[in-house]
Protein backbone atom coordinates (compact mmCIF):
# COMPACT_ATOMS: atom_id res chain seq x y z
CA UNK A 1 0.00 0.00 0.00
CA UNK A 2 2.93 2.66 0.72
CA UNK A 3 4.79 2.14 -2.48
CA UNK A 4 1.01 2.61 -4.12
CA UNK A 5 0.69 5.96 -2.61
CA UNK A 6 4.00 7.13 -3.18
CA UNK A 7 3.44 5.94 -6.68
CA UNK A 8 -0.14 8.07 -6.62
CA UNK A 9 1.24 10.88 -4.73
CA UNK A 10 4.22 10.98 -7.89
CA UNK A 11 1.50 11.02 -10.75
CA UNK A 12 -0.32 13.21 -9.26
CA UNK A 13 1.88 15.92 -7.58
CA UNK A 14 5.35 14.81 -7.61
CA UNK A 15 6.05 14.67 -11.26
CA UNK A 16 4.49 18.28 -12.03
CA UNK A 17 6.78 19.81 -9.20
CA UNK A 18 9.87 18.72 -10.26
CA UNK A 19 9.17 19.08 -13.50
CA UNK A 20 8.85 22.61 -12.98
CA UNK A 21 11.52 23.00 -10.68
CA UNK A 22 14.34 21.32 -13.34
CA UNK A 23 12.90 22.79 -16.26
CA UNK A 24 12.77 26.45 -14.51
CA UNK A 25 16.53 25.68 -13.59
CA UNK A 26 17.45 24.06 -16.72
CA UNK A 27 16.43 27.82 -18.57
CA UNK A 28 18.93 29.67 -16.34
CA UNK A 29 21.69 27.36 -16.58
CA UNK A 30 21.26 26.93 -20.70
CA UNK A 31 20.48 30.89 -21.08
CA UNK A 32 23.56 31.59 -22.97
CA UNK A 33 23.33 28.54 -24.73
CA UNK A 34 19.08 29.87 -26.00
CA UNK A 35 20.48 32.72 -27.07
CA UNK A 36 23.66 31.62 -29.36
CA UNK A 37 21.51 29.19 -30.62
CA UNK A 38 18.91 31.94 -31.26
CA UNK A 39 21.32 34.01 -33.15
CA UNK A 40 23.05 31.11 -35.71
CA UNK A 41 19.40 30.00 -36.42
CA UNK A 42 18.62 33.83 -37.03
CA UNK A 43 21.98 34.34 -39.46
CA UNK A 44 21.05 30.84 -41.38
CA UNK A 45 17.68 30.37 -41.55
CA UNK A 46 16.29 33.90 -40.97
CA UNK A 47 12.94 34.72 -39.10
CA UNK A 48 11.16 33.05 -37.26
CA UNK A 49 13.16 31.86 -35.25
CA UNK A 50 11.03 29.95 -33.38
CA UNK A 51 8.84 27.43 -34.71
CA UNK A 52 5.49 27.14 -33.06
CA UNK A 53 2.41 25.12 -33.30
CA UNK A 54 -0.46 23.76 -32.04
CA UNK A 55 -0.72 20.15 -30.21
CA UNK A 56 -2.77 18.01 -28.18
CA UNK A 57 -1.33 18.04 -24.34
CA UNK A 58 -3.11 16.36 -21.44
CA UNK A 59 -6.59 14.98 -22.03
CA UNK A 60 -5.84 16.15 -25.67
CA UNK A 61 -6.79 19.90 -24.92
CA UNK A 62 -4.39 22.04 -27.10
CA UNK A 63 -1.04 23.46 -26.54
CA UNK A 64 1.41 25.84 -28.34
CA UNK A 65 4.40 23.95 -28.87
CA UNK A 66 7.84 25.90 -29.08
CA UNK A 67 11.02 24.73 -30.72
CA UNK A 68 13.94 26.36 -32.51
CA UNK A 69 13.24 26.56 -35.95
CA UNK A 70 15.56 23.77 -38.36
CA UNK A 71 13.56 23.91 -41.79
CA UNK A 72 13.29 26.93 -44.65
CA UNK A 73 10.67 28.32 -45.89
CA UNK A 74 11.37 26.65 -49.86
CA UNK A 75 8.13 26.90 -51.82
CA UNK A 76 7.61 25.25 -55.45
CA UNK A 77 6.14 27.50 -58.27
CA UNK A 78 2.71 26.98 -56.74
CA UNK A 79 3.85 28.61 -53.85
CA UNK A 80 3.37 25.54 -51.33
CA UNK A 81 5.91 24.22 -49.07
CA UNK A 82 8.35 21.50 -49.88
CA UNK A 83 9.33 18.61 -48.85
CA UNK A 84 10.93 18.53 -45.01
CA UNK A 85 13.59 16.58 -46.86
CA UNK A 86 14.29 19.97 -49.33
CA UNK A 87 13.44 22.21 -46.47
CA UNK A 88 15.83 20.73 -44.09
CA UNK A 89 19.11 22.06 -44.57
CA UNK A 90 22.80 20.47 -42.65
CA UNK A 91 22.40 22.86 -39.97
CA UNK A 92 18.65 22.01 -39.38
CA UNK A 93 19.89 18.43 -39.29
CA UNK A 94 22.61 18.77 -37.00
CA UNK A 95 19.93 20.65 -34.63
CA UNK A 96 17.74 17.55 -34.67
CA UNK A 97 20.31 15.30 -34.35
CA UNK A 98 21.51 16.95 -30.94
CA UNK A 99 18.07 17.72 -29.93
CA UNK A 100 19.37 20.87 -29.37
CA UNK A 101 16.43 22.36 -31.59
CA UNK A 102 13.60 20.95 -28.26
CA UNK A 103 15.43 23.37 -25.85
CA UNK A 104 12.64 26.02 -25.81
CA UNK A 105 10.32 23.32 -24.92
CA UNK A 106 11.59 23.55 -21.59
CA UNK A 107 9.23 26.55 -21.16
CA UNK A 108 6.41 24.44 -22.39
CA UNK A 109 6.98 22.43 -19.40
CA UNK A 110 7.57 25.69 -16.69
CA UNK A 111 3.71 26.68 -17.94
CA UNK A 112 2.43 22.75 -17.45
CA UNK A 113 1.83 22.30 -20.94
CA UNK A 114 4.72 19.58 -21.56
CA UNK A 115 6.58 17.35 -18.43
CA UNK A 116 10.11 15.83 -19.24
CA UNK A 117 9.01 12.33 -19.72
CA UNK A 118 5.66 11.38 -21.42
CA UNK A 119 4.33 10.55 -24.83
CA UNK A 120 5.79 13.13 -27.36
CA UNK A 121 3.25 15.80 -28.30
CA UNK A 122 1.73 15.19 -31.92
CA UNK A 123 -0.10 16.46 -34.48
CA UNK A 124 -3.84 17.94 -33.36
CA UNK A 125 -4.88 16.47 -36.98
CA UNK A 126 -3.96 12.94 -35.92
CA UNK A 127 -6.58 12.90 -33.08
CA UNK A 128 -9.36 11.27 -35.41
CA UNK A 129 -7.04 8.46 -36.10
CA UNK A 130 -6.33 6.91 -33.01
CA UNK A 131 -7.86 3.94 -31.53
CA UNK A 132 -10.11 4.26 -28.09
CA UNK A 133 -6.29 2.33 -26.63
CA UNK A 134 -4.13 4.95 -28.61
CA UNK A 135 -6.07 8.09 -27.61
CA UNK A 136 -5.03 7.22 -24.04
CA UNK A 137 -1.65 8.54 -24.70
CA UNK A 138 -3.36 11.86 -23.56
CA UNK A 139 -3.93 10.55 -20.39
CA UNK A 140 -0.54 12.31 -19.18
CA UNK A 141 1.25 15.36 -19.98
CA UNK A 142 3.06 14.74 -23.45
CA UNK A 143 6.70 15.00 -22.77
CA UNK A 144 10.42 15.89 -24.04
CA UNK A 145 11.27 12.70 -24.41
CA UNK A 146 9.72 9.16 -23.51
CA UNK A 147 9.09 5.47 -23.30
CA UNK A 148 8.83 5.09 -27.61
CA UNK A 149 11.85 7.55 -27.81
CA UNK A 150 14.12 5.16 -26.04
CA UNK A 151 13.10 1.98 -28.16
CA UNK A 152 13.46 3.28 -31.42
CA UNK A 153 12.52 7.81 -31.48
CA UNK A 154 11.60 8.14 -35.13
CA UNK A 155 12.70 4.94 -36.41
CA UNK A 156 10.16 2.93 -34.77
CA UNK A 157 6.98 2.44 -36.37
CA UNK A 158 4.11 4.03 -35.14
CA UNK A 159 1.77 1.41 -34.04
CA UNK A 160 4.89 0.04 -31.75
CA UNK A 161 5.43 3.69 -30.61
CA UNK A 162 1.61 4.05 -29.81
CA UNK A 163 1.87 0.82 -27.77
CA UNK A 164 4.52 2.05 -26.03
CA UNK A 165 3.01 5.40 -24.94
CA UNK A 166 0.02 3.74 -23.44
CA UNK A 167 2.20 1.10 -21.55
CA UNK A 168 3.81 4.18 -19.85
CA UNK A 169 0.28 5.70 -19.44
CA UNK A 170 -0.11 2.39 -17.04
CA UNK A 171 3.34 2.72 -15.47
CA UNK A 172 4.81 6.06 -14.81
CA UNK A 173 6.86 5.98 -11.47
CA UNK A 174 9.69 8.32 -10.21
CA UNK A 175 12.25 5.14 -11.45
CA UNK A 176 10.76 5.01 -15.03
CA UNK A 177 11.25 8.47 -15.63
CA UNK A 178 15.21 8.62 -14.32
CA UNK A 179 15.52 5.49 -16.38
CA UNK A 180 14.36 6.85 -19.29
CA UNK A 181 15.51 10.27 -18.75
CA UNK A 182 19.43 8.96 -18.58
CA UNK A 183 18.29 6.43 -21.67
CA UNK A 184 17.66 9.21 -24.04
CA UNK A 185 20.80 11.07 -23.32
CA UNK A 186 22.59 7.91 -25.00
CA UNK A 187 20.51 8.07 -27.20
CA UNK A 188 21.51 11.64 -27.99
CA UNK A 189 25.29 11.40 -27.94
CA UNK A 190 24.30 8.06 -30.33
CA UNK A 191 22.12 9.89 -32.06
CA UNK A 192 20.31 6.92 -32.87
CA UNK A 193 16.32 6.91 -34.22
CA UNK A 194 16.93 10.67 -35.23
CA UNK A 195 14.31 9.70 -38.84
CA UNK A 196 12.81 6.79 -40.27
CA UNK A 197 14.26 4.98 -42.80
CA UNK A 198 13.68 6.84 -46.15
CA UNK A 199 12.22 9.87 -43.87
CA UNK A 200 13.46 12.90 -43.01
CA UNK A 201 11.75 12.98 -40.43
CA UNK A 202 9.08 10.81 -39.57
CA UNK A 203 6.33 9.48 -42.21
CA UNK A 204 2.47 10.91 -41.48
CA UNK A 205 0.23 8.50 -39.22
CA UNK A 206 -2.45 7.38 -41.32
CA UNK A 207 -4.14 5.31 -38.39
CA UNK A 208 -3.11 1.96 -36.88
CA UNK A 209 -1.61 -0.74 -39.09
CA UNK A 210 -2.48 -4.25 -37.10
CA UNK A 211 -4.00 -4.98 -33.84
CA UNK A 212 -4.14 -2.51 -30.88
CA UNK A 213 -3.73 -5.55 -28.70
CA UNK A 214 -1.05 -6.92 -29.92
CA UNK A 215 2.55 -6.17 -28.33
CA UNK A 216 5.28 -4.28 -29.75
CA UNK A 217 8.08 -5.83 -31.74
CA UNK A 218 10.42 -4.99 -28.50
CA UNK A 219 10.75 -3.11 -25.21
CA UNK A 220 7.44 -3.25 -23.71
CA UNK A 221 8.56 -3.52 -20.43
CA UNK A 222 11.68 -2.26 -18.29
Known amino acids: ?78 GALRSDAERLTPFGRWLRSTSLDELPELWNIVRGDMSFVGPRPLLTRYLPLYSHRQARRHDVRPGLTGWAQIHGRNAATWDDRLKRDVWYVDHVTFLLDLKILFAT ?10 SAAGEATMPEFTGSTRSNNGPPTTGVAA
Open 1 to 78: MQGRAAGNWYRMTGKRLLDFCLAATCLVLFAPVLVLLAALIRLRLGSPIFFRQERPGLGGHPFLLCKFRTMTDSRDAT
Open 185 to 194: LGKVLRRDGI
